[in-house]
């Protein structure tokens, strides 16, 4: 059976630490026994005393007394170098308490355990920084509810108030009952999008994404997206403008990657210009879909850049949820693209924000094995 090899330097140390000093030990106790030998046969002149019948007395037995004694000489530096061990071993269990406090103070340990030391300080900086984390989130979460509760109240009451009118007013002129429900139509289809946004809030939280892959015709499902979002682009003079390669197939899951590009440009949409165009574009190269998203309008700061992806984030927090919705359409077209094993980024400066999605290609890869 092979040995494993020791990782720890903080073991190595001990270990070494340890036959370095029974190595001393014994070379002493060689020394010792040298001298002894010297001073006794070779220095002092003996004279029949109590001592001197002692030691002739032991002398035919110094073969097994000399191996004895070396032996608990070895047994105490064992013991010694164990003690202190244990002592280190003390100081790692009281410091461990530091790393579930909620304070900044970090673990010191004497310089022997400087490797230790350094491992738990990453253990607790990792700790506090997923805490951090996970505040920010929750947070932003329960601000997204409250905001999006609120908002539940103007179109609920809308909703009950016009049809309390068309109730009411059973001969309503037909002009203006066709008004009264076409608003209380609108207003219940935001309801609708609000509930819809409360159950996303949830779903982000409990589900697991399961990639069904398959062939895309990329350029075909970009112009559709591009096409169903015309109801959004219109009013505000606004297009969006698709080039990719007609024969450009993708090896992916559609519907989730369909979720993916809607959720980027519906973002495209909200954040650009009055009259702009946003660039939709699709590339293969070195076996990677590069696809990217280009819109016109005010840019992204850079310190909000890097965390434009997490959960719950709005870029503008004072936007109602009309605008800003949850939060969580960047995020899970993360998740998405990280279960494609793929990559998401962002990138904006003054005229321009730039979402690129790159993809592994890995039927083509499998098609040119198999050729």
Not at 88 to 103: F, G, K, M, N
Not at 132 to 161: C, F, M, W, Y
Not at 205 to 229: K, P
Not at 230 to 242: H, I, R
């Amino acid at each position: 059976m092979k040995d494993k090899p020791f990782q720890s330097t903080f073991t190595r140390k001990m270990i070494l630490r340890c036959v370095r000093m029974g190595l001393l030990a014994s070379l002493g106790y060689v020394l010792l026994v040298a001298a002894a030998y010297f001073v006794i046969h070779r220095v002092i002149v003996w004279q029949p005393s109590p001592l001197y019948t002692l030691l002739e007395g032991l002398e035919p037995f110094v073969i097994i007394l000399l191996p004895v004694g070396w032996l608990i000489l070895i047994l105490a530096v064992i013991y010694l170098q164990w003690k202190r061990t244990v002592g280190y071993i003390e100081q790692v269990v009281t410091a461990s308490a530091d790393l579930v406090r909620p304070d900044r103070e970090f673990v010191r340990l004497p310089e022997e355990l400087r490797e230790v030391e350094d491992r738990m300080n990453q253990i607790k900086r990792t700790a506090l920084k997923n805490e951090q984390k996970a505040r920010e989130a929750e947070r932003r979460k329960n601000d997204l509810v409250v905001n999006i509760a609120h908002d539940i109240r103007t179109p609920l009451s809308s909703v009950i108030g016009y049809l309390s009118l068309l109730d009411e007013a059973p001969d309503m002129p037909e002009k203006q009952r066709k008004k009264y429900t076409g608003i209380t139509l609108e207003k219940a289809y935001r309801l609708e999008q609000l509930m819809n946004e409360f159950f996303e809030i949830t779903r982000f939280n409990v589900s697991s994404i399961v990639l069904n892959m398959g062939e895309i015709h990329l350029a075909f499902m970009l112009q559709q997206m591009a096409d169903e979002f015309y109801p959004m682009l219109s009013p505000q003079n606004k297009k969006a403008v698709v080039q990719a390669p007609e024969d450009l197939i993708l090896w992916g899951d559609a519907d989730k990657l369909s979720r993916v590009f809607n959720n980027i440009l519906k973002n495209a949409i909200a954040y650009s210009y009055k009259g702009s165009a946003i660039a939709i574009t699709a590339v293969e190269r070195e076996g990677k879909v590069i696809i990217q998203f280009t819109n016109q309008g005010d840019p992204i700061p850079k310190q909000k850049l890097s965390t434009i992806f997490e959960r719950f984030f709005r870029l503008d927090a004072s936007r109602s949820s009309r605008t800003g919705g949850t939060g969580l359409g960047l995020a899970i077209a993360k998740e998405i693209v990280t279960a494609h094993k793929g990559t998401i980024t962002a990138e904006s400066d003054e005229t321009k924000t730039r979402f690129t999605v790159v993809l592994p290609n890995r039927r083509r890869k499998q098609r040119a094995v198999e050729s």
